[in-house]
């Protein structure tokens, strides 16, 4: 049994992470400050003997003794990382460096969930891991993007002066049930607006295109990195290489939905990347063959009755 630290465990992705970790039979401590996670993703797993939870801030320091660390604290829909911006940044710099120095002082082997917004603005398509990226440092994504873009270089640099046993994995959109309804990213919008009979907010003309993760695969993908040889450390792209546009994921929702909600127009945000689409021939080398197994319906259709179900729970 080992024991894992996951940050950022009350979060969309956190929260299945820790289940899949305590069904595997490991002890999993949760840390989260509740920003833009919620007890309610976990509270099923406090009466395992096997799990902790812990409130705490990852940008202050905080000790433990671990075999493992995922490091996934930090906010990841646009709305609330441009909240505060400024504490965005700490999260993610302080965050990994807080993280680092614990994984160095107790040899724990540590895993940083990166982001396809390394990659910014994409000049190559699909992308691969040895692109630099096209960001804009100073744009309103910079503090999330240039964040998990210093987050790496830590990473990279504790491995090189300190040792430390590190993996980077760099995650493109991914979706599922336990999304919030107010979380802003576009699956959870679309979804939540079909439900509920309102507009669909097609941001831009709807021609810029994403590629869409279903969360289990995301997860397996997680577990994989983590338990990979000890000479791989990535960075390794983690995503379903199925790409569509958002007019294409509109008109799968309102088929799938049956909705009758009108698509609606609104002004693209500053800085939207136009293209999103993973390179995944690392990952399937050096995860065993690691690849998504759900396609976008069918993942669509889980995600859907899940809002269905909790928006009439809390209607
Ligand atoms: P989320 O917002 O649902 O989860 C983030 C969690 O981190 C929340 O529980 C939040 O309360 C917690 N958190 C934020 N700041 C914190 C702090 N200072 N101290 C402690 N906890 C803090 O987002 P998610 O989709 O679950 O993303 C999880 C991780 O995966 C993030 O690091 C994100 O950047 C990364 N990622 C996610 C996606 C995606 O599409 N879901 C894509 C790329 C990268
Ligand atoms: N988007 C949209 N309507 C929404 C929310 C988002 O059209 O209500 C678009 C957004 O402009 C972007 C894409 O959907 O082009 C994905 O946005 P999201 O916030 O989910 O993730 P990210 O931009 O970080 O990939």
Known sequence: MKRILVTGGAGFVGSHLCERLLNDGNEVICLDNYFTG??????????????????????????????EIYNLACPASPVHYQYNPIKTIKT??????????????????????????????????????DYWGHVNPIGIRSCYDEGKRC????????????????????????????????????????IVQALQGRDITIFGDGMQTRSFQ??????????????SPDDFHGP???????????????????DLTGTKSKIVYMPLP????????????????????????????????????YFDNLLKETK
């Open 38 to 67: 919620k007890k309610s993703k976990i509270v099923h797993l406090l009466n395992n003997p096997y799990f902790e939870l812990v409130r705490h801030d990852v940008t202050m320091p905080y000790f433990i003794e671990v075999d």
């Open 236 to 254: 390794v792209n983690i995503g379903n290489p199925g790409e569509f546009t958002m007019l294409e994921l509109a008109q799968n929702i309102i």
């Open 151 to 190: 987050a790496e270089s830590l990473f990279v640099n504790y491995h090189e002066q300190n040792n430390v046993n590190i993996k980077i994995i760099r995650i493109f959109n991914t979706y599922g049930p336990k999304m919030e309804p107010d979380d802003g990213r576009v699956v959870s919008n679309f």
């Open 270 to 305: 500053q800085d939207d990347p136009t293209q999103r689409q993973p390179d995944i021939s690392l990952a399937q080398e050096k995860l065993n063959g690691w690849e998504p197994k759900v396609p976008l319906k069918e993942g669509l259709i889980k995600t859907i009755n």
């Open 92 to 129: 993610s710099v302080m965050g990994a460096i807080n993280m680092l120095g614990l994984a160095k002082r107790i040899k724990a082997k540590i895993l940083q969930a990166s982001t396809s917004e390394v990659y910014g603005d994409p000049e190559i398509h699909p992308q691969t891991e």
């Open 214 to 227: 279903y969360v289990s695969d995301l997860v397996e993908g997680m577990v994989r990195m983590m338990n």
